[in-house]
């Protein structure tokens, strides 16, 4: 049997089935960097403060060091009786050095070490989900500036709507996953604070420097309620919820690529080394990559409802509920950094179809406002031309014409005042480009949004 760091006042031993059901060291094993370079930094300080002696600082930051060797070549081995990573390590620390490890857990206690590990590990996860964002939003505004020409429908209800540029859709993405980025960024600023030293629940007696500790690790505040600070997981909670936001973006955009890369549509072609054939039917080309992505989208939205739901109504301070975070986060860091990953290489290669948009684009009346804004120039009030178009639009059904195939004598049946200016307003082109209020799909909007993202992302 391992000896355990808490069991003096038992009289039995742990049973099995119970040290299994309550080992986390598998999952949390993931944090042993964390935890050792938070023992180290406590060490500096419990020196500081003459709490424990610069010499036997010295040794405790050789032993953590010793260990982390060995965890990274592969030599540790991760006990389940010894429960969690920092256990494993600390008793580790004791076999190795004797009595002197005993000290290390002075001032502190797991459940700030714990809250400490997972501060760190979010923060340098955050930064990493960061650099791959801006990977994404960089090929996003890629694909603008390369397809700065195409003209596509846009859509409403997923029906015909007006035309834009392929340009402005990208570019609405590059706005979805710059809020992500925002988002992250700003949820940084709540991880990035120190807890160690609020011990279990309520404080050290001993004469701790917080502001020193966090110094060494980084911290540029530290917790102001030890109670709060050991049961505090809004953290988490907020990072799952910017991922599950960021993961919705992903999955309609996933949606929109798998749809578009259908015979029906034919605007895209996936390219062949993102595409997965079936077993079966020899012609198959799939768009797994986007489905799964789209898929991924639950796992996640799972993870933010797990941490929520473990949360609510727990008593302060900590409890053990709370060792249930990590596997969410773990999964949901992971599934967040692979979507992302694959899409910042997928991007660039996609196969666009310009023909195949703008032959949708110009069919199915996309011009039928821009025909009702000309009437509203030419003295009609704008419902009074909605409806006059809509009757012109009824006769092209019947006629088999789009607007723009019309005479100008068919159209001034409608409204007499139409002149031959109405041809114009009616080309795809004027669709676009004359569309120049803020935001519009005018070209030269696109184009300085282009400009603006490159600005952001640093890039010319
Ligand atoms: N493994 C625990 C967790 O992840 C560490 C803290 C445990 N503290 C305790 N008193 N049992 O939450």
């Given at each position: 049997?391992?000896?355990?760091?808490?069991?003096?006042?038992?009289?039995?031993?742990?049973?099995?089935?119970?040290?299994?059901?309550?080992?986390?060291?598998?999952?949390?094993?993931?944090?042993?960097?964390?935890?050792?370079q938070?023992?180290?930094?406590?060490?500096?300080?419990?020196?500081?403060?003459?709490?424990?002696?610069?010499?036997?600082?010295?040794?405790?930051?050789?032993?953590?060091?010793?260990?982390?060797?060995e965890?990274?070549?592969?030599?540790?081995?991760?006990?389940e009786?010894?429960?969690?990573?920092h256990?494993?390590?600390?008793?580790?620390?004791?076999?190795?050095?004797?009595?002197?490890?005993?000290?290390?857990?002075?001032?502190?206690?797991?459940?700030?070490?714990?809250?400490?590990?997972?501060?760190?590990?979010?923060?340098?996860?955050?930064?990493?989900i960061?650099?791959?964002l801006?990977?994404?939003?960089?090929?996003?505004?890629?694909?603008?500036?390369?397809?700065?020409?195409?003209?596509?429908?846009?859509?409403?209800?997923?029906?015909?709507?007006?035309?834009?540029?392929?340009?402005?859709?990208?570019?609405?993405?590059?706005?979805?996953?710059?809020?992500?980025?925002?988002?992250?960024?700003?949820?940084?600023a709540?991880?990035?604070?120190?807890?160690?030293?609020?011990?279990?629940?309520?404080?050290?007696?001993?004469?701790?420097?917080?502001?020193?500790?966090?110094?060494?690790?980084?911290?540029?505040?530290?917790?102001?309620?030890?109670?709060?600070?050991?049961?505090?997981?809004?953290?988490?909670?907020?990072?799952?919820?910017?991922?599950?936001?960021?993961?919705?973006?992903?999955?309609?955009?996933?949606?929109?690529?798998?749809y578009?890369?259908?015979?029906?549509?034919?605007f895209?072609?996936?390219?062949?080394?993102?595409?997965?054939?079936?077993?079966?039917?020899?012609?198959?080309?799939?768009?797994?990559?986007?489905?799964?992505?789209?898929?991924?989208?639950?796992?996640?939205?799972?993870?933010?409802?797990?941490?929520?739901?473990?949360?609510?109504?727990?008593?302060?301070?900590?409890?053990?509920?709370?060792?249930?975070?990590?596997?969410?986060?773990?999964?949901?860091?992971?599934?967040?950094k692979?979507?992302?990953l694959?899409?910042?290489?997928?991007?660039?290669?996609?196969?666009?179809?310009?023909?195949?948009?703008?032959?949708?684009?110009?069919?199915?009346?996309?011009?039928?406002?821009?025909?009702?804004?000309?009437?509203?120039?030419?003295?009609?009030?704008?419902?009074?031309?909605?409806?006059?178009?809509?009757?012109?639009?009824?006769?092209?059904?019947?006629?088999?014409?789009?607007?723009?195939?019309?005479?100008?004598?068919?159209?001034?049946?409608?409204?007499?005042?139409?002149?031959?200016?109405?041809?114009?307003?009616?080309?795809?082109?004027?669709?676009?480009?004359?569309?120049?209020?803020?935001?519009?799909?005018?070209?030269?909007?696109?184009?300085?949004?282009?400009?603006?993202?490159?600005?952001?992302?640093?890039?010319?």
């Open positions: 049997m391992s000896a355990k760091l808490w069991d003096g006042r038992f009289k039995e031993a742990t049973d099995k089935s119970v040290e299994a059901f309550t080992a986390s060291v598998k999952t949390d094993s993931r944090l042993y960097a964390y935890d050792i938070g023992s180290i930094a406590h060490c500096k300080m419990l020196a500081g403060q003459s709490i424990i002696t610069e010499e036997e600082a010295d040794i405790l930051i050789e032993g953590l060091n010793k260990i982390k060797q965890i990274e070549q592969g030599a540790f081995e991760f006990d009786a010894l429960e969690d990573v256990m494993n390590i600390e008793s580790r620390l004791v076999a190795d050095l004797g009595d002197v490890a005993k000290k290390l857990h002075t001032a502190r206690s797991r459940n700030d070490q714990v809250a400490l590990d997972t501060r760190m590990y979010l923060r340098d996860e955050c930064k990493e960061l650099r791959y801006a990977i994404l939003r960089r090929e996003l505004v890629g694909l603008a500036g390369k397809y700065i020409d195409v003209v596509m429908p846009g859509y409403t209800h997923m029906q015909r709507a007006q035309p834009i540029l392929l340009s402005h859709h990208f570019m609405a993405y590059y706005e979805m996953f710059k809020r992500d980025s925002v988002r992250f960024k700003e949820g940084l709540r991880i990035n604070v120190l807890p160690l030293g609020s011990a279990a629940l309520a404080g050290t007696t001993f004469p701790i420097d917080m502001n020193y500790t966090a110094e060494l690790l980084g911290f540029p505040k530290v917790t102001a309620n030890s109670l709060d600070a050991v049961s505090d997981r809004d953290f988490i909670i907020e990072f799952l919820a910017s991922a599950s936001i960021c993961m919705v973006h992903l999955s309609r955009l996933s949606e929109e690529l798998i578009w890369s259908s015979a029906e549509f034919g895209i072609e996936m390219p062949d080394s993102f595409s997965t054939g079936s077993s079966i039917m020899p012609q198959k080309k799939n768009p797994d990559v986007c489905e799964l992505v789209r898929g991924r989208a639950g796992r996640v939205f799972g993870g933010l409802t797990a941490l929520l739901t473990m949360m609510k109504s727990l008593p302060l301070a900590y409890n053990r509920d709370m060792q249930e975070d990590k596997e969410p986060l773990f999964d949901t860091v992971d599934t967040l692979g979507c992302l694959v899409y910042g290489k997928l991007l660039p290669q996609l196969g666009i179809n310009q023909d195949r948009m703008k032959d949708a684009a110009n069919r199915g009346f996309l011009n039928a406002t821009d025909l009702a804004d000309y009437l509203v120039t030419k003295g009609a009030g704008f419902r009074d031309a909605h409806r006059i178009v809509g009757e012109a639009v009824g006769y092209c059904l019947e006629k088999k014409k789009e607007l723009h195939e019309l005479t100008l004598e068919e159209m001034r049946r409608f409204f007499p005042s139409i002149d031959e200016g109405v041809f114009d307003v009616l080309l795809l082109d004027s669709a676009v480009n004359r569309r120049t209020s803020t935001g519009g799909t005018a070209r030269e909007n696109v184009s300085a949004a282009i400009r603006a993202a490159e600005d952001e992302l640093g890039l010319k």
